[in-house]
Nanobody
Framework: VQLQASGGGSVQAGESLRLSCAAS????????MGWFRQAPGKEREFVST????????LYADSVKGRFTISRDNAKNRVYLQMNSLKPDDTADYFC????????????????WGQGTLVTVSS
């Protein structure tokens, strides 16, 4: 499956962005989806994940209450709504897919999109 992330940009602290990830080449509903991010000089870290049907989600503590993951299986897309952005949210954001159940570990994901850069200034 191929993944294409978009929606990044430069915003001020407190503003919002919505990331989108389009999937192709597979049966989208067979894959749990995740969002991860990587800041310069840091390891890739978990942000959020959603089950194949969209019924369950998980979030990193650092984004809980501010970010919302969702998916539209009819459109083969997963989204990450990011509100109340902080400078610490600055990173490349990646969407990822894995068959079966969702996971918070990036090592468990088989397919990755390219990053979309989010820059939050204070």
């Amino acid at each position: 499956v191929q993944l294409q992330a978009s929606g990044g940009g430069s915003v001020q602290a407190g503003e919002s962005l919505r990331l989108s990830c389009a999937a192709s080449g597979g049966t989208f509903s067979n894959y749990a989806m995740g969002w991860f991010r990587q800041a310069p000089g840091k390891e890739r870290e978990f942000v959020s994940t959603i089950t194949r049907g969209g019924g369950s989600t998980l979030y990193a503590d650092s984004v809980k209450g501010r970010f919302t993951i969702s998916r539209d299986n009819a459109k083969n897309r997963v989204y990450l709504q990011m509100n109340s952005l902080k400078p610490d949210d600055t990173a490349d954001y990646f969407c990822a897919a894995r068959p079966g159940s969702y996971s918070v570990r990036y090592q468990n994901y088989d397919y990755w999109g390219q990053g979309t850069l989010v820059t939050v200034s204070s």
